[in-house]
């Protein structure tokens, strides 16, 4: 990560192993990146969507996923990659569900967000945009 101008583009990519208690590390590593990049009011909120799309990824692929966000401009990019050629579904769960929210958060906070197969290797992408 370049460590220079505060409004410089600037990209990372962490790969984790499947297990979801590693994607704390995701999580607050995009957080910390955006507050020392000056864009505090935007960590929160990439730190839960990435948190969501990246244990989404885990558990549903049972794969390891990696992780890229990039910075350009006045926009923040968030792809998340895993192994699994299967599409997410957006749920409605019940209210006394404790799972299937994830894309409903990125829904409703991410300024645009989707999903596409890998153009290199297997698997799929599901990226979001905040800026």
């Known amino acids: 990560m370049n460590d220079g101008n505060n409004q410089a583009n600037w990209s990372y990519d962490v790969r984790i192993d499947a297990q979801p208690w590693m994607v704390a590390l ?13 864009r505090p009011e935007l960590a929160d909120t990439a730190a839960l969507l990435v948190s969501e799309v990246a244990t989404n990824g885990i558990l549903h692929s049972r794969t390891p996923v990696t992780v890229r966000a990039q910075w350009q401009g006045s926009r923040l990019w968030v792809v998340v990659h895993d192994e699994s050629p299967v599409f997410p579904t957006q749920e409605m769960p019940g209210a006394e569900e404790e799972h299937g929210r994830g894309l409903l958060l990125v829904d409703g906070f991410a300024k645009s967000w989707g999903v596409r197969p890998c153009t290199v290797g297997s698997g799929k992408v599901v990226w979001f945009e905040l800026g």
Do not use: Q, T
């Open 26 to 38: 995701v999580r607050d590593s995009l957080g910390s990146a955006l507050r020392r990049r000056g």
